[in-house]
């Protein structure tokens, strides 16, 4: 039976997780992340001069490519470091440290709000789609892109297996849409006041030439480091192994499937 989650604690955890991962994720992570920049783009309707809000923005990539197109995009991320790499790499875009349960900003600010790879991270889901239902103009959208279902993931699940081989891990602190079945959505969605759900999957690559960024970003997420240095040895060896098995041809393809939603506050 799952345990009751305490929110509190997977707040924290997503808070220490993604700090620890800041100054290396354009490096490692984006690689997967920015290939979905152009199905929220199309998917919240955005157009030169609209007004975004990208939530979990990041080091910035996804705020930078919106604004290199012309719209006028706020990130937010609620982790100083992710912020600072923003800043520095994405001039073009205003970036804020703020929460996305508490959103600084008056009702009704955006013509859009994109969250990409953030939502099943969340410890309050419900609380932040009530402040993106807020801060949407009547008409507005808002569109995010989760990972799909676990098994449908090449690259987490051949560090997954690596972990699991060589480590009696405790279960990490997930928020409740963490792997959840495409479902689990609309109802927190729709209690937020947000409406017209729509839910379909794309399949997405991430393409490395080599495993390194593949293995190194896996290696700092699940902080390894921090693990006996035996463990951490065989752990590298047996997910480096798994992750060999994505060659294709001189680079590596990692194939993986994520659920693009969309909503729009009607009213
Ligand atoms: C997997 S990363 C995604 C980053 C970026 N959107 C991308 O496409 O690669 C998740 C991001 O969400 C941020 N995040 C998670 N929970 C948050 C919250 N409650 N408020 C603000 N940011 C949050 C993390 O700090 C992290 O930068």
Redesign the pocket.
């Known amino acids: 039976m799952d345990s009751p989650i305490d929110a509190d604690v997977v ?1 924290r955890y ?2 220490e997780t ?1 700090t620890r991962c800041a100054a290396t ?1 354009l490096d490692h ?2 690689g997967l ?1 920015r290939e979905t920049i152009s199905l929220l783009r199309d998917a919240a309707n955005i157009q030169p001069g609209s007004t975004v809000l ?5 080091p910035g ?2 705020a930078g490519a919106l604004a290199e197109a012309g719209a006028a995009v706020t990130g ?4 100083a470091r ?1 912020v600072e790499v923003a800043h520095r790499h994405y001039p073009q875009a205003t970036f804020l440290e ?4 508490q959103l600084p900003f008056d009702d009704a600010s955006f013509e859009a709000v994109v ?4 939502i099943h ?3 309050r889901p419900d609380v ?1 789609f009530r402040e993106v239902y807020r801060v949407l103009e009547p008409g507005g959208s808002f569109a995010f892109v989760v990972f799909e279902r676990p098994e449908a993931q090449s690259s987490i699940g051949a560090f997954f297996e690596a972990v699991a081989a060589h480590h009696d891990s405790d279960e990490l602190p997930h928020g409740p849409l963490f792997g959840a079945d495409r479902s689990a959505y609309a109802a927190p969605l729709n209690a937020s006041g947000l409406s017209d759900l729509h839910v379909e999957t794309h399949d997405i690559l991430w393409r490395s030439d080599s495993v390194d960024p593949v293995l190194q970003a896996f290696l700092e997420w699940g902080n390894i480091a921090a693990l006996p240095q035996d463990v951490q040895q065989k752990i590298e060896v047996t997910a480096r192994e798994n992750l060999e098995s994505y060659r294709d041809g001189a680079s590596y393809a990692f194939p993986h499937a994520v659920l693009l939603g969309t909503a729009v506050r009607s009213g």
């Open positions: 707040h997503e808070h993604w994720y992570f984006a992340t990208d939530i979990g923005s990041g990539h996804v937010i991320d609620f982790s992710m703020a929460d996305a349960e969250s990409n790879f953030v991270h969340l410890a932040v």
